[in-house]
DNA sequence: GTCTATAACTCGATAGAC
DNA sequence: GTCTATCGAGTTATAGAC
């Protein structure tokens, strides 16, 4: 049913890339047609418009990235590695998708993105609850979990979102700065459970 | 010496404003003309070109920013006022100015920027040099200084970076969110406090 | 200095051959 | 389905009158 030919395929891949790299401004159909091993005219017959190819990569993008962030299911006490491991998982799929894309063109159309974002979203505030039910219980402090919720984002997305001017601040080149992440996962993770812990 | 005409204030507050919603790529030279209330031609009179303009915002921008950044002197033990002091000031330079701007301009010539960053930086790493003096006395824990320093920037400056999402993601208007981060700022020095404290 | 008009060019999109 | 060729809108930048 929804079975993609190999060539809208190929044309996804390159057009993810570009986007990505580029932002919807910047970005330009013949590079994706480049990329893609393709002819401007043949991605146009796949793909009617460059707003039509980016709400589909954008949508998929939403769709992946959305039960990443409110993967929370309250299924016991021990919540320290529940912590490390939904850090982790943000971090990975941050950095196989960086959002730099939602930063900037989340605005082209605020509402139709609110409601993809609603849709998307199984579980909303998934945290909240399980935190909620935690700091009842005595097992975390008893405090408002947004910014708990706006940390966990903020320190698994940031990395990304500004890599260059970080790799610039701490004198690491490329190779360096991703070799570091792997540490800061933990680091990270061990930030936001000190902030969570009695 | 370096006094600016009423004109040449007017267009770099409208290019400021234009480049920073609409990114170097989406920003139009017409756009900026009409902020400032000249024509395309007079634009282009004061200002070269779109690149030399940006260059020109890009610099002032960074010029701001990193002394922000670095804002760091050891004059004393009592760490705690001073990271809630830093990290309102760096709230405060964000909002004024979204850094989305370097998220994703910063690519565009990495070797000049990185040059820009370094000459802009009078102390370089005065955090963690603060940092290591307290670890060594005893006054905080002995840990690596560098989650700590990408912490701070990713809790100041994701809210302003991601503001789109987040307002979806939390169900909260702009005015709502506006609002809230008021608190967030206090609640994410707290985190930061939480990391450091023995 | 400021403007209108326009040159020069880029880019998304389409026509039409194969 | 895929391509080359090209259209037409939009954009940066400049020429030249005032």
Same mark, same amino acid.
């Given at each position: ?5 190999? =060539? #809208?395929? @190929? $044309?996804? %891949?390159?057009?993810?890339? /570009?986007?990505? @790299? ?5 970005? &330009?159909?013949?590079? $994706?047609?480049? #990329? +893609? ?16 190819? *980016? ?7 939403? !769709?992946?990235? /959305?039960? /990443? ?13 529940? /912590?490390?491991? *939904? ?5 990975? +799929? ?7 894309? $939602? %930063?900037? #063109?989340?605005?082209?159309? =605020?509402?139709?993105? #609110?409601?993809?974002? !609603? %849709?998307? &979203?199984?579980? =909303?505030?998934?945290?909240? %609850?399980? *935190?909620? &039910? ?10 408002? =979990? ?7 984002? +903020? ?12 790799? +610039? ?9 991703n070799a570091y992440l792997d540490q800061y996962t933990d680091q990270a993770a061990d930030i936001i459970i000190?902030a969570m812990k009695k």
């Open positions: 049913m929804d079975e993609l030919t190999e =060539p #809208e395929q @190929r $044309i996804l %891949a390159a057009a993810r890339k /570009v986007f990505e @790299r580029d932002g919807y401004a910047g970005a &330009r159909m013949q590079h $994706i047609a480049d #990329e +893609a091993g393709i002819s401007k005219a043949s991605l146009h017959y796949y793909f009617r418009s460059k707003e039509k190819l *980016f709400q589909r990569i954008f949508d998929e993008y939403i !769709t992946r990235i /959305v039960p /990443v962030f409110s993967a929370w299911n309250d299924d016991g006490d021990d919540w320290q590695p529940k /912590v490390r491991t *939904f850090m982790k998982g943000m971090m990975k +799929a941050i950095s196989e998708s960086p959002m730099l894309l $939602i %930063a900037r #063109e989340f605005d082209r159309d =605020p509402s139709k993105m #609110e409601a993809l974002l !609603t %849709a998307r &979203r199984k579980k =909303p505030n998934a945290f909240a %609850a399980y *935190f909620e &039910r935690l700091s009842k219980a005595g097992l975390v402090r008893d405090i408002d =979990p947004r910014p708990l919720i706006m940390a966990m984002q +903020a320190l698994c997305a940031y990395p990304y979102m500004n890599k260059a001017f970080l790799c +610039a601040a701490m004198r690491m080149d490329p190779k360096q700065y000190r």
